[in-house]
């Protein structure tokens, strides 16, 4: 009886001790993923630090994914218009930071895991005689810089279709060279979001030549998420997919990252979703 209840308790200590290690070792049976038998073919763009040479917030999402799913994955930068087209041809499973439409709802599900909204980037001259939209528009010798066929939210990009007809508006080929285009004059606003503008914030020393407005207090933003082919994805393994995210979110995962790359009041904001 004695060396029966010694069993017991040797037992009983040895689970205690291992027992932090139990989520680690049955995470992907919890959790549910299906990996399938060929890694997962993800593809990465360059914007900002959601991804910026191999570091960003869409990475750690992924690499926190990588960790729960238990799953391997294939990896790549590439272009978005390539992205998207190889998604819905089937050459590729997976991507990051992916707004959902009609037409990709064709051959895509959505995982949301942040919300983006575009501010107004003010020269900070500018910004001494202009709080708002309105404001802008009014004074005509201003002019605003786009990133070429980028879309901004319904709102804004009314709005910049007016100064567009008044010819007040500079097409740009990328963000970078948008950036360089505030710190230079050659334009005296440009919208963009948080975890792109705080990138470029840093790297050319625009904080204190740069102020942030709200023009469109009232539109809250436009949801991100992880993008998964239906070709590779069922309805069910994307639902598992979401719970990954979910997990994440509710434990304060995903805020940890943002708090990486963002102050902690535009991480909160990411998650307004």
Partial sequence: ???KCTMVMILGV????CGSL????TVAAAEGVKCGDQPIRLAFYEYGFLYNKGSGIDQEVVNELIRRSGCRFETQVMT???????LATGDLDMSVSGIRNEDRDRFAWFADYMIMKNYALVRGEVARGVRQA???LQQTRLQLGVVRSFRHGIAQDQWIEQLRQAQRVQDTPDVETLFRKLKSHRVDAMFSQPPVFRKYFREMDLAGEVVIQDWTPDEKGVPHGLILAKSRFDA???EQWRGLLTAMRREGVLRKIYMRFVPESEADQLLDF
């Fill in 134 to 136: 309105r404001d802008f």
């Fill in 1 to 3: 009886m004695k060396a």
């Fill in 236 to 238: 069910l393994d994307a």
């Fill in 22 to 25: 139990v989520p680690m070792w």
């Fill in 14 to 17: 040895l689970l205690g001790c």
């Fill in 80 to 86: 978005r218009a390539r992205i998207w087209a190889d």
